[in-house]
């Protein structure tokens, strides 16, 4: 048995299993409702079912997209990093194509509708519990503006950029501008 905890609202099935945190790790097992015991690698395990508590990492999708002589980036109204600017992004659904999520999150957040065009790159590091992927996407239709999750949005050059919310946001510029270079 897994445990399964929604990574926004930190909800999971089992008494206890509310978390003030969604990365935080869960303190009870979502089948039995017994304390989880932390083992010395691993995952935890139930104390009153025996059970295996795994928490495999969180999806979410990003996109660089070209627009008006720059690249698209969204102010933040959610923490982390609230109030900085990032691209827009979220978290992949089970079961859904990771292109179709970046591509509804962009529309949430922009109002912009996009084609995720090809991937820049993956971007992980130890002790995170999220992997992001970058696409590079084109804009089809839709006129900028901040919407939900997003306190302004704007469109840079890549050497005008305003404070970035995270320190991985810069090398994925360089990654993706590298790329482009190359396809030239």
């Given at each position: 048995?897994?445990?399964?905890?929604?990574?926004?609202?930190?909800?999971?099935?089992?008494?206890?299993?509310?978390?003030?945190?969604?990365?935080?790790?869960?303190?009870?097992?979502?089948?039995?409702?017994?304390?989880?015991?932390?083992?010395?690698?691993?995952?935890?395990?139930?104390?009153?079912?025996?059970?295996?508590?795994?928490?495999?990492?969180?999806?979410?999708?990003?996109?660089?997209?070209?627009?008006?002589?720059?690249?698209?980036?969204?102010?933040?109204?959610?923490?982390?990093?609230?109030?900085?600017?990032?691209?827009?992004?979220?978290?992949?659904?089970?079961?859904?194509?990771?292109?179709?999520?970046?591509?509804?999150?962009?529309?949430?957040?922009?109002?912009?509708?996009?084609?995720?065009?090809?991937?820049?790159?993956?971007?992980?590091?130890?002790?995170?519990q999220v992997v992001l992927s970058v696409y590079h996407a084109e804009v089809s239709s839709g006129e900028l503006a901040a919407r939900d999750e997003a306190l302004d949005t704007g469109s840079?050059?890549?050497?005008?950029?305003?404070?970035?919310?995270?320190?991985?946001?810069?090398?994925?510029?360089?990654?993706?501008?590298?790329?482009?270079?190359?396809?030239?």
């Open positions: 048995m897994l445990l399964i905890l929604s990574p926004l609202t930190g909800e999971g099935q089992g008494e206890g299993s509310r978390l003030t945190h969604p990365m935080q790790q869960p303190e009870y097992c979502s089948a039995c409702g017994g304390k989880l015991n932390p083992q010395a690698s691993g995952p935890a395990r139930c104390s009153g079912c025996g059970r295996l508590a795994y928490l495999d990492p969180k999806l979410a999708a990003a996109a660089i997209i070209p627009y008006r002589d720059g690249i698209v980036l969204v102010r933040r109204a959610i923490e982390p990093a609230y109030g900085k600017w990032s691209f827009p992004s979220g978290y992949v659904n089970r079961g859904e194509k990771v292109e179709s999520a970046v591509e509804r999150e962009v529309l949430e957040e922009t109002g912009l509708h996009i084609k995720a065009r090809w991937l820049v790159g993956l971007y992980s590091s130890a002790g995170q840079f050059g890549p050497d005008k950029l305003p404070e970035l919310a995270f320190d991985h946001d810069a090398r994925i510029i360089a990654d993706w501008q590298r790329q482009l270079r190359r396809q030239r």
